[in-house]
T-cell receptor, first 108, second 115 residues
């Protein structure tokens, strides 16, 4: 069974803190890893993609991939209330498999 | 430009109605997708079109009928739906440039209510 697992949360962090979102996956042949942000009632918006082990930074966002541990994470630095959303981890082999999402709440 | 458009934004239909959802992209992407998303759940894949041919059907009931008239357009024809089919229907597209590394870009979705 190909699975992607995330803690459903909510993860509550104060404004300005680092939010750390985690995801594990079961299929070792997975090649591509994505983080999508989804606001309530809206469609998923691509935040980050990562394909190789290590870190990838884009502004306040850093994605980390460890294929040996089958683990991918997203760090959000200087969290803002506007970052409050559900974050979906997605893993691609022949198709995109989504985790159930982690709800992030950033409070002022 | 990574824009995928979907119409209509909202749709209310009875169980005997026939309606269609439309999706369009002008990014030259050669793969297009339909997903269904229920509240507080992740998107569920329904159909995949690659180079305008249906490549994946995730055992979707026949009351949902996809169509890809050309490389920019994707339709989802709806007939005799059930109330449990009420959901957000998402279209996505991807470039299909590197196998296994296709980034999918989502449209805004159509919120469907079946009465």
């Amino acid at each position: 069974q190909k699975e992607v697992e995330q803690n459903s949360g909510p993860l509550s962090v104060p404004e300005g803190a680092i939010a750390s979102l985690n995801c594990t996956y079961s299929d070792r042949v997975s090649q591509s890893f994505f983080w999508y942000r989804q606001y309530s009632g809206k469609s998923p918006e691509l935040i980050m993609s990562i394909y190789s082990n290590g870190d990838k930074e884009d502004g306040r966002f850093t994605a980390q991939l460890n294929k040996a541990s089958q683990y991918v994470s997203l760090l959000i630095r200087d969290s803002q209330p506007s970052d409050s959303a559900t974050y979906l981890c997605a893993v691609s082999t022949d198709k995109l498999i989504f985790g159930t999402g982690t709800r992030l709440q950033v409070f002022p | 430009d990574t824009e995928v458009t979907q119409t209509p934004k909202h749709l209310v239909m009875g169980m005997t109605n026939k309606k269609s959802l439309k999706c369009e992209q002008h990014m030259g992407h050669r793969a297009m997708y339909w997903y269904k998303q229920k509240a507080k759940k992740p998107p569920e894949l329904m159909f995949v079109y690659s180079y305008e041919k249906l490549s994946i059907n995730e055992s979707v009931p026949s009351r949902f009928s996809p169509e890809c008239p050309n490389s920019s357009l994707l339709n989802l024809h709806l007939h005799a739906l059930q109330p449990e089919d009420s959901a957000l229907y998402l279209c996505a597209s991807s470039p299909l440039k590197i196998q296994g590394r296709e980034t999918q870009y989502f449209g805004p979705g159509t919120r469907l209510l079946v009465l």
